[in-house]
């Protein structure tokens, strides 16, 4: 089973900028769709960003269009999440995940995780 590992983490002040990377085991194109999630502490975790990594095709949540992108670099089995102009509110917990099969990634059914990197954005 693939493994993702995150990283690029940290603390920033607002209106930085980090760029989170996830690096999985295998190679991207085997999986239908890579997504980066957030959990700050006493919120719901949700998804911010998707990819699909065959046809490059992305979404994200509405809050964080304009300053969040999701990319791929396929030859390195990446993906990654540039954040610009950081937050307070963007503080949490970013995960990566995998949805594996066409189907997982159309009904989003994200079913291989990574341990996290924390962002921490002060004012």
């Known amino acids: 089973q693939v493994q993702l590992v995150e990283s690029g983490g940290g603390s920033v002040q607002a209106g930085g900028s980090l760029r989170l990377s996830c690096t999985a085991s295998k190679n991207t194109y085997d999986i239908a769709c890579m997504g980066w999630f957030r959990q700050a502490p006493g919120k719901e975790r949700e998804r911010v960003a998707s990819?699909?990594?065959?046809?490059?095709?992305?979404t994200y949540l509405d809050s964080v269009k304009g300053r969040f992108t999701i990319s791929q670099d396929n030859a390195k089995n990446t993906v990654y999440l540039q954040i610009d102009t950081l937050k307070p509110e963007d503080t949490a917990m970013y995960y990566c995940?995998?949805?594996?099969?066409?189907?997982?990634?159309?009904?989003?059914?994200?079913?291989?995780w990574g341990q996290g990197t924390q962002v921490t954005v002060s004012s």
């Open positions: 995940a995998a949805a594996p099969s066409v189907v997982d990634c159309l009904t989003s059914r994200y079913k291989i």
């Open positions: 990819i699909a990594t065959g046809g490059g095709g992305t």
